[in-house]
Nanobody, 124 residues
Framework: VQLQASGGGLVQAGGSLRLSCTSS????????MGWFRQAQGKEREFVAG????????DYSDSVRGRFTISRYNRASTVWLQMNNLKPEDTAVYYC??????????????????WGQGTLVTVSS
């Protein structure tokens, strides 16, 4: 499975970005998906995740209410819509796939496949 993340960039605080992650190599609906991020000097942290159908979602407390994760299996794509961005959202964002597709996990160790990351920078 290859995951390709895109959509990062520089945005002012209060602005919005939408990240995309496209998958190839296997049937996309075989996987639950997640977004993680890693700020400079910090550990990677969970941002959002959803099951293979998109029916179940979960978010970290720091982004709940501002970010929305969604997917469209026919296009093998998962998105992360980020609104009301804050400087503390600055990080490299990674999409990830897990074979245990019926549940959502915030544990990075449960994801088998990872994309290359896309940088989001929020200026104050």
């Amino acid at each position: 499975v290859q995951l390709q993340a895109s959509g990062g960039g520089l945005v002012q605080a209060g602005g919005s970005l939408r990240l995309s992650c496209t998958s190839s190599g296997r049937t996309f609906s075989d996987f639950g998906m997640g977004w993680f991020r890693q700020a400079q000097g910090k550990e990677r942290e969970f941002v959002a995740g959803l099951t293979w159908s998109g029916e179940k979602t979960d978010y970290s407390d720091s982004v709940r209410g501002r970010f929305t994760i969604s997917r469209y299996n026919r296009a093998s794509t998962v998105w992360l819509q980020m609104n009301n961005l804050k400087p503390e959202d600055t990080a490299v964002y990674y999409c990830a796939a897990r074979m245990r597709r019926h549940s959502v996990s915030s544990n990075a160790d449960t994801y088998e496949y990872w994309g290359q990351g896309t940088l989001v920078t929020v200026s104050s």
